[in-house]
């Protein structure tokens, strides 16, 4: 059974930067595409895109809100995905979910296969 971890999250000011990790154990991380999505407070029925990497780590894609400012490295040996979190925001304040499917990834949160239980970021002002 695939389990995944969320762990980084925390209390920042704006412009500062956090950096997240989400770990994945029991499957075949090198065969999974991985992706971020959050949920702001008041909008627990929505997932925001974030960013995601296919299986390869040569195909990565960010939601328009975070580009230039986030990325998302993976190390295949530590079958880990990060969120390189710069300049944040105080609208960037949301629980952050990490996710997986096979091979290749998409910006729908339905096309996942599995989820952790998220890590909260809040940014102050």
């Known amino acids: 059974q695939v389990h995944l971890g969320e762990s980084g999250g925390g209390l920042v000011q704006r412009g500062g930067s956090l950096k997240l990790s989400c770990v994945v154990s029991?499957?075949?991380?090198?065969?999974?595409?991985m992706a971020w999505f959050r949920q702001a407070p008041g909008k627990e029925r929505e997932r925001e895109f974030v960013?995601?990497?296919?299986?390869?780590?040569?195909?990565?894609h960010y939601g328009d809100a975070v580009k230039g400012r986030f990325t998302i490295p993976r190390h295949d040996v530590l079958n880990t995905v990060y969120l390189q979190m710069d300049r944040l925001q105080p609208e960037d304040t949301a629980r952050y979910y990490c996710?997986?499917?096979?091979?290749?990834?998409?910006?729908?949160?339905?096309?996942?296969?599995?989820w952790g239980r998220g890590t909260q970021v809040t940014v102050s002002s």
């Open positions: 960013a995601s990497i296919n299986f390869s780590g040569n195909g990565k």
């Open positions: 029991g499957g075949a991380f090198a065969d999974y595409a």
């Open positions: 996710a997986s499917r096979y091979y290749y990834d998409d910006h729908s949160p339905d096309a996942y296969d599995c």
